[in-house]
C-alpha cells in the first residue's frame, strides 16, 4: 500500500479547503471608468512559458517577464541570483533587484483590479504573488496574468507548471489579497506602464538608474517627460541624466522646464544656475541661484555658496 506524505496530504486538503472557500469569494469590481474603457477580452501572445520546478516559481515567472520585455535568460541563471533556499522561494526584494540586473525596468503596480487588467490589456504580462495557502499556514506562489475575459469572469496565467491556466477572478483575488495584493510589470527603459502615476514611475526608474547607469536610464526619463509633461520631478530628473551624460544645453533645457512647472523646486533652481554658471552665463546663474537660495530647506546653503563664487 502507497502511504501519502504529510506534505502531499497537507497540499491536497488546503487545495480542498480552497475550493470550498471560493465558492463563498465575491467578484472583483473595476471602477466605472476603467470598466468602460476595457474590453471584454484581452490575450498577451508570444509571452513564453517555463515550467516551475520544486518551489521555483519565482524565477520560472522572472524568466517569463524578462522573455516578453525582449531578454532571453535561463530559469537556471536567475535561481541563485533570486531564490532563497532557507525560505524555499523568493522575496519581492530581490525579484525587483533581479529584473535590474537584466537591465530592465520593475515597476510595482498600486494591487488593484483596475490595474491588474489595465496592463494587460496595455500588452505587459503581469507578474503577481499569491498565498495558495492560507494565513496561518501559508504556500507562496509566482504566476504572470497573461489575459482576462471579464464576461467569463475569468483570468490567463502562466502558472507553476501550466501554460494558459484559467482561472476564476474571485478565486484569483483571494489568492492575492493573501499578499496584498503585490504585483509589478517588467520594461524595458523607454516604455512605461499603463497605470502608474509620474511618481511611482519615476522611483522605480531612480533604482534602475542607481543600479545601471545614466546612459540606459535615460530613454526611460525621456518617456516620463512625454508621458507627464507637467511632471517638475520627470524633468528636473532628466536633466540630472542628461547633464551626468554631458549634454549641459539639454540638461539647461530640463532644469528651466523644471522651475515652470514648479518654481518651489529649489533643487532644480540650484542645479539649473550650477549648470548655467558651467557655461558662462553669469548673470542668468545669480538669478537662478537667488531663488534656490530664498527657499527654505537642504539646499538654500549650497545656493548661498554658489553664489558667494560668483
Known sequence: MTLISFTKARLAGLLVLLWLLSGCASQPELSADTASALPQQSYISGVPFHSQRDFQ???????MALGASGVDVDVDELIPQVFLPGREGSVQPEMLATVRRHHRISYPLNGSFDALLSEVNAGNPVVVLQNLGLSILPMWHYAVVIGYDRARQQLILHSGEQSRQVMEMSRFDA???????????VLPPGELPATLTDTEAIDSISAFESANDVEQALPAWQAVVERWPESALGWFALGNAKHANGDTQAALLAFKQATEQDPKLAAAWLNLGLTQQGLGQTGE?????????ALPGQWQAQAQEALATL
Open 175 to 185: 489568492t492575492w489579497a493573501r499578499s496584498q495584493r503585490w504585483a509589478m510589470v
Open 285 to 293: 546663474a545669480k538669478q537662478s541661484l537667488r531663488k534656490a537660495a
Open 57 to 63: 516559481c519565482g524565477p520560472a515567472s522572472l524568466s
